[in-house]
């Protein structure tokens, strides 16, 4: 009887396919094929900065060296193990003992959130609401602070406690983030112009004489004649013989007043910037290629751009910038055949804090301009009274005050299903109302129809009130 003989490295050829096919044919389970886990991992948790000592009750013969950055294990001796937390992270440890692999350790390394819940606590102890977290290899902060300017507090207490960039800020500010702010911006301008200017001309024959000081008049040499400026409003002529005297004044004195009064309101959210604009836009044009113009826009009249932060359930930082301008065609440019008017402008710019519905005033922007103009010839223009034929003169006193009322106010969205608006009490007039009782509005039951204070609406609008009410 032959029998085959076969190697040691051909039985264990042999051995592993045998058992490869007893499993596939479902023979044997894949529990008890040639390799299997050893050791399930356990969770070791440490803090940053932190140390502690693992005991063994079985001799440990070597260990793996863990991740330098993350973990430091030092063997004091065969049962005892110094283990340190470096850094936030994760690596593995591994203990072997005389017969294998005796435990696997997965170290996580986080950031000391107690110690920190703590300081927090003690340093706002009003804030219930925070929630800290160890995440990964950071700290994670979440909930609602009362103020914007706690959270700084939070974040610079959170960053002692893990390095620079590992502070994740989930943090927000609770309550109401809308702010509505109210602006009045009121100018009176006041201007007093006086002038006085005196020509006189003198013909006799061909002998002829004229006083040219002031423009107010331009002699015609050949006709011997003379014409008067538009500016001239009082004429007196004598005449005696073949000879005539004429003399022209221009007296003025006038007086001027102008109110500019707007009340803007805005609304935007916390932290954005709010732009509002009561005019227009005149055109400018700008010159192109080619000879060509184009035209642009620029707007002109009473502006105002805001940026509100709300800091506290009572406490607003605002950034207010109004701007007031008008056009004034006396200082216009001539442009390729173009008037381009200039503009004058009052610009402010400021940021406060202020409690909800507190006010702030911008005032003291008063500018007073005084120009007194005074032409005479040399001489005859110093002699007593009668000087006063070889004088011109003008006087011009302009005055504008300025102030800005702004108010701020939290405000939230309301729910009502209506709200009135000034137009809801607006009735069409009949024939009868416009031609037999001259109303510019139609009466229904109640009428007529006034305004009921400044300011009453929801939304900051005068509410019509109906009399009788």
Known sequence: MSRLRIGKKGEFALIISIVTLLIVYGE????????????????????????????????????????????????????EIYISGKAAGTTTLILWQK????????????????????KLNQILPAEKDILVLATHDSITLAGKLSSASNISHVMALAEAFAPEGK??????????????????????????TKKLGVNFSYVNGEDFAVNLLG???????????????????????FQSGSSTWTWFIDALNEEGLIKILAEPSLMTLSGQTAHFLAGGEYPVPVAQGLGTVAI??????VGLSFTPTVLSPNKISIQVAPDISELDFATAVQLQGFSVPGLRTRRASTMIELADGQSFAIAGLL????????????????IPILGTLFRSRQFQK???????????HLVKPIDLDKQPLPT????????????????????EKKSPVTIRGEMDGEFGHAIPKIFGE
Request: charge should be negative; avoid cysteine.
């Open 28 to 79: 044997v389970s894949a529990a008890d094929s040639v390799f299997t886990v050893t050791r399930q991992p356990r969770t070791l948790k440490l803090i940053s900065g932190k140390s502690i000592i693992l005991k063994s009750s079985q001799p440990v013969s070597r260990i793996s060296e863990p991740t330098p950055t993350i973990a430091e294990a030092l063997p004091l001796s065969p049962h």
């Open 99 to 118: 017969e294998g692999i005796s435990a696997i350790y997965d170290i996580e390394v986080a950031y000391d959130i107690s110690r920190l819940k703590l």
């Open 167 to 192: 502070v994740r800020n989930l943090l927000e500010v609770g309550g109401v983030h809308q702010v509505m702010l109210e602006v009045r911006v009121a100018e009176m301008a006041r201007s007093i």
């Open 215 to 237: 423009g107010l008049t331009s002699a015609t040499v050949p006709g011997l004649g003379v014409a008067a400026s538009p500016a001239v409003n009082a004429l007196f002529r």
């Open 296 to 301: 642009e826009y620029k707007p002109f009249g």
């Open 367 to 382: 500018q007073e301009n005084t120009r007194d103009n005074l032409s005479k010839y040399p001489g005859l223009g110093n």
């Open 398 to 408: 302009n005055e504008t005050e300025l102030i800005i009322i702004v108010t701020v």
């Open 424 to 443: 809801d009490y607006y009735i069409e007039p009949s024939d009868a109302d416009i031609y037999l009782w001259g109303r510019m509005q139609g009466s």
